[in-house]
């Protein structure tokens, strides 16, 4: 599995949106993109993932470049309790029913102020 | 709530202690994991069952013993820790190893461990 590289740490302003970048640039062409997030103390949860298109779903918003080399995590409206470390993983998914493991990185820690 | 129950949530243990981490998920999955997550460190990846067979095992230490007597059930069994296997260990589960339509897998909260 491609490896991904994500800034340590980010502030965001409640209210606005949360956009978190990752550069993934030795992703292969079956490799798709995931976002989890875990909340201190908590285990990860699942937020979205994408191929190649643009992915919106009720949690966030993904937008991958069209090399596919980089991503962005978009939370649109952010509040306290999107507070996290947020991770993005790259996997090979639903190839022979087996897939690719996921192997978290540091992640970037997202921090909401009032 | 995610589907995935740990028991305990917190477990404290002397080195010489033999305990048991207990996972259940209700989620109708037949894949399960062991992650390890230790202070400012990324998770790891420790075991993997595919319909309660073991399909993975990641160079751990056998004082570690993993049980799946069905593909509801996932327990870590402890014996003769040492300090530094303080750490949060979480259960995962998802439909099957490529994680089902969506890929996801499934956490559940955590135990939290101290090996005194």
């Known amino acids: 599995d491609a490896k991904t590289t994500q800034p340590p740490s980010m502030d965001c302003a409640e209210g606005r949106a949360a956009n978190l970048p990752c550069n993934h640039s030795?992703?292969?062409?079956?490799?798709?993109v995931y976002w989890y997030r875990q909340i201190h103390s908590q285990g990860p949860q699942y937020i979205i993932h994408?191929?190649?298109n643009n992915e919106t779903n009720e949690m966030a918003s993904l937008i991958i470049t069209e090399d596919r080399k980089s991503s962005t995590l978009i939370l649109p409206h952010a509040t306290l309790r999107d507070t996290a470390v947020y991770y993005c993983i790259v996997r090979v998914a639903n190839v022979d029913n087996q897939g690719g493991k996921l192997i978290f990185g540091q992640g970037t820690e997202l921090s909401v102020k009032p | 709530e995610t589907g995935v129950t740990q028991t305990p949530r917190h477990l404290v243990m002397g080195m010489t202690n033999k305990k048991s981490l207990k996972c259940e998920q209700h989620?109708?999955?037949?894949?399960m994991y062991w992650y390890k997550q230790s202070a400012k460190k990324p998770l790891e990846l420790m075991f993997v069952y595919n319909f309660k067979e073991q399909t993975e095992n990641n160079s751990v230490p056998s004082r570690f013993s993993p049980e799946c007597p069905n593909s509801s059930h996932l327990f870590l069994h402890l014996h003769t820790l040492q300090p530094e296997d303080s750490a949060l260990y979480l259960c995962a589960s998802s439909q099957d190893l490529a994680g089902g339509p969506l890929g996801e897998q499934f956490f559940g909260p955590g135990t939290r461990l101290t090996v005194l």
């Open positions: 989620l109708g999955h037949n894949a």
């Open positions: 030795t992703i292969s062409g079956n490799e798709y």
């Open positions: 994408g191929l190649k």
